[in-house]
C-alpha cells in the first residue's frame, strides 16, 4: 500500500521561501505523476503543480515563475520549491500520486504553509 508523507511546512513571512517534500514508500515511484495541491480554508482543493513520470511540469498561473517542484526518483521524494510567498498562498500543501491513466490515486496527511508577518 502506497504512502506519502509531507515534511517543511510552517510560518514564513511575505517574500520568503520554503521548500515542501513528499516521500513515498509502497509505490514504484517513478511511474507515478506526483503532484502538489492546496486548499484554503473556506476553498476548494486546487493543483498547484504537477511532474509527470517523464519529468514534464506544469503550474497553476498564480505560481508560475515563484514555485518549482522537482523529483529525486532515487530518493522516492518529491519537492516543492516556494519563492516570493504571498498571503494568498497559505493553505494546507497535500502531495498527490497517481499512474497516469488508472484509478490507483495516494494521498499525504498535508502540511500547514503560513504566510504571514
Known amino acids: 500500500q502506497g504512502r506519502l508523507v509531507e515534511s517543511g511546512g510552517g510560518l514564513v513571512q511575505p517574500g520568503g521561501s520554503q521548500r515542501l517534500s513528499c516521500a513515498a514508500s509502497?509505490?514504484?515511484?517513478?511511474?507515478?505523476?506526483m503532484g502538489w495541491y492546496r486548499q484554503a480554508p473556506g476553498k476548494h482543493r486546487e493543483l498547484v503543480a504537477q511532474?509527470?513520470?517523464?519529468?514534464?511540469?506544469n503550474y497553476v498561473d498564480s505560481v508560475k515563475g515563484r514555485f518549482a517542484i522537482s523529483r529525486d526518483n532515487a530518493k522516492n521524494t518529491v519537492y516543492l520549491q516556494m519563492n516570493s510567498l504571498k498571503a494568498e498562498d497559505t493553505a494546507v500543501y497535500y502531495c498527490?500520486?497517481?499512474?497516469?491513466?488508472?484509478?490507483?490515486?495516494?494521498w499525504g496527511q498535508g502540511t500547514q504553509v503560513t504566510v504571514s508577518s
Open positions: 498527490n500520486a497517481k499512474v497516469p491513466l488508472s484509478k490507483i490515486d495516494y
Open positions: 509502497g509505490i514504484t515511484f517513478s511511474i507515478y505523476n
Open positions: 511532474i509527470t513520470s517523464g519529468g514534464s511540469t
